[in-house]
């Protein structure tokens, strides 16, 4: 740490404490664009299956901004050039890089705006706050973005090995319980240097890689990509579904607020860009919003709202089976068919409409370690050059976890059973 800065320090269960520099960057972490990631969980509707999954974006945000400054300390003491600006503005980029998340993290992003990405609402928020606080933002947004000479700098933010990923590894590990996921953070750090204006690893450090990207897979199996979290987003997804649909039809719902009714109703698009309403009604919004409003529709006249309501709310889930393939129409048919005759032996509406909010047919997509052209690199301690990890390491499994894993899925009524086209079912 500079001796001449002031810092303010926060307690953190994973990285111990965290010494946040006053001035530009603690009023950052101050200000309510920040502050609102402490209503939005980081996990998103994973709480549902790992009860210590109760932590927020703002969290991983002050989490980050710690193994930030643990991490350009490191390079500024192996000689590597970092100015005052350039430290000040990757630790904005840091901070500042998950506040264009919605309510539940990624399960409401494509919901609630159409033809929207989280990262262009991050880049317009960054833009707002450039202009709140004089410009002071404008290095950093260009190292968020980028478009500024340092490459590496860049690279500590979003990369195959950044610094997001080493917090949330290890932050959502520790909170899951999952012990699996448990990441050499600190060891990481230590090895990182600059290399021709990139960042790599020293040699001693590539068990520790091998290690993250293990773990990274091992998450997105356990965590990330869990049955009974899959089976919520589905639901989640349909009340919002319903919730439109019903409003199609001239139905008159209750709002947890005013921003949340704009969404509704308006259904606004980013096609065209983030307009400034837009901007002022999203900062507005986060989890409760999403609970209240579910809270109003449970009691909503509509039979299959109510229904899907009451089972969000009593964790009522849908089960999930895996299938080994993806499955043809005719199966999907069998399947919906199968549905409609269970919704009516349940008193609830069993038309095609209905029968979309009750199963679903989906996969899922993870990559561990995608080295082609944003790979991590190894030095070569014997010649002083860089070399991609997955040709640098010892062991050929990863080789094999830069494939892709896909897994085909079904989302459906508990009291039917699919196992029977299956030939993987995980309970």
Same mark, same amino acid.
């Given at each position: 740490?500079? /001796?001449?800065?002031?810092?303010?320090?926060?307690?953190?269960?994973?990285?111990?404490?965290?010494?946040? *520099?006053?001035?530009?960057?603690?009023?950052?972490?101050?200000?309510?664009?920040? %502050? $609102? !990631?402490?209503?939005?969980?980081?996990?998103?509707? &994973?709480?549902?299956?790992?009860?210590?999954?109760?932590?927020?974006?703002?969290?991983?945000?002050?989490?980050?901004?710690?193994?930030?400054?643990?991490?350009?300390?490191?390079?500024?003491?192996?000689?590597?050039?970092?100015?005052?600006?350039?430290?000040?503005?990757?630790?904005?980029?840091?901070?500042?890089?998950?506040?264009?998340?919605?309510?539940?993290?990624?399960? !409401?992003?494509?919901?609630?705006?159409?033809?929207? %990405?989280?990262?262009?609402?991050?880049?317009?928020?960054?833009? /707002?706050?450039?202009?709140?606080?004089?410009?002071?933002?404008?290095?950093?947004?260009?190292?968020?973005?980028?478009?500024?000479?340092?490459?590496?700098?860049?690279?500590?933010?979003? &990369?195959?090995?950044?610094?997001?990923?080493?917090?949330?590894?290890? $932050?959502?590990?520790?909170?899951?319980?999952? &012990?699996?996921?448990?990441?050499?953070?600190?060891?990481?750090?230590?090895?990182?240097?600059?290399?021709?204006?990139?960042?790599?690893?020293?040699?001693?450090?590539?068990?520790?890689?091998?290690?993250?990207?293990?773990?990274? $897979?091992?998450?997105?199996?356990?965590?990330?990509?869990?049955?009974?979290?899959?089976?919520?987003?589905?639901?989640?997804?349909?009340?919002?579904?319903?919730?439109?649909?019903?409003?199609?039809?001239?139905?008159?719902?209750?709002?947890?607020?005013?921003?949340?009714?704009?969404?509704?109703?308006?259904?606004?698009?980013?096609?065209?860009?983030?307009?400034?309403?837009?901007?002022?009604?999203?900062?507005?919004?986060?989890?409760?919003?999403?609970?209240?409003?579910?809270?109003?529709?449970?009691?909503?006249?509509?039979?299959?709202?109510?229904?899907?309501?009451?089972?969000?709310?009593?964790?009522?889930?849908?089960?999930?089976?895996?299938?080994?393939? /993806?499955?043809?129409?005719?199966?999907?048919?069998?399947?919906?068919?199968?549905?409609?005759?269970?919704?009516? %032996?349940?008193?609830?509406?069993?038309?095609?409409?209905?029968?979309?909010?009750?199963?679903?047919?989906?996969?899922?997509?993870?990559?561990?370690?995608?080295? %082609?052209?944003?790979?991590?690199?190894?030095?070569?301690?014997?010649?002083?050059?860089?070399?991609?990890?997955?040709?640098?390491?010892?062991?050929?499994?990863?080789?094999?976890?830069?494939? *892709?894993?896909?897994?085909?899925?079904?989302?459906?009524?508990?009291?039917?059973?699919? $196992?029977?086209?299956?030939?993987?079912?995980?309970?």
């Amino acid at each position: 740490m500079d /001796k001449s800065t002031q810092y303010k320090i926060f307690t953190d269960p994973v990285h111990g404490f965290i010494g946040v *520099p006053k001035g530009t960057v603690l009023n950052l972490l101050d200000h309510p664009y920040i %502050q $609102r !990631l402490r209503r939005i969980r980081q996990l998103g509707l &994973s709480y549902f299956v790992f009860p210590g999954a109760e932590h927020s974006r703002f969290s991983h945000a002050l989490g980050a901004l710690g193994l930030m400054i643990k991490v350009l300390n490191n390079l500024k003491e192996k000689d590597t050039t970092i100015s005052r600006e350039e430290y000040e503005s990757t630790l904005i980029a840091i901070l500042l890089h998950d506040i264009g998340h919605g309510p539940y993290s990624h399960t !409401l992003e494509h919901t609630l705006i159409c033809d929207f %990405q989280h990262e262009m609402m991050t880049t317009a928020l960054m833009h /707002k706050l450039n202009d709140e606080f004089g410009g002071k933002l404008s290095t950093a947004i260009s190292i968020f973005t980028g478009t500024y000479p340092k490459t590496f700098l860049h690279q500590l933010i979003s &990369s195959q090995l950044d610094i997001d990923r080493l917090d949330y590894l290890k $932050r959502d590990s520790i909170h899951t319980g999952v &012990s699996e996921g448990s990441v050499g953070v600190d060891r990481i750090i230590k090895t990182m240097r600059v290399h021709q204006g990139n960042i790599v690893i020293d040699s001693k450090g590539i068990y520790a890689v091998e290690n993250y990207i293990t773990a990274r $897979r091992l998450m997105y199996m356990q965590v990330y990509l869990h049955k009974t979290a899959l089976s919520a987003d589905k639901l989640l997804r349909a009340i919002f579904r319903r919730v439109r649909k019903l409003l199609d039809d001239g139905a008159e719902l209750y709002f947890s607020s005013p921003a949340m009714e704009y969404f509704m109703v308006r259904r606004p698009s980013a096609a065209k860009g983030i307009s400034n309403e837009l901007i002022r009604n999203f900062v507005m919004i986060d989890d409760s919003d999403v609970q209240l409003c579910i809270k109003y529709w449970y009691y909503h006249e509509d039979p299959i709202l109510s229904d899907l309501c009451r089972r969000f709310l009593n964790r009522q889930f849908f089960r999930t089976t895996f299938f080994q393939e /993806k499955p043809e129409e005719e199966l999907i048919k069998k399947h919906r068919e199968q549905t409609a005759k269970q919704l009516k %032996q349940m008193g609830l509406p069993h038309d095609e409409e209905a029968v979309s909010y009750y199963v679903f047919h989906d996969y899922s997509y993870s990559e561990a370690y995608k080295y %082609q052209n944003d790979g991590i690199w190894i030095m070569d301690k014997y010649n002083d050059t860089a070399v991609e990890f997955s040709r640098a390491a010892d062991t050929r499994n990863i080789i094999a976890m830069t494939e *892709p894993v896909v897994k085909h899925y079904g989302v459906h009524l508990k009291e039917l059973d699919f $196992r029977k086209d299956s030939t993987i079912t995980i309970r």
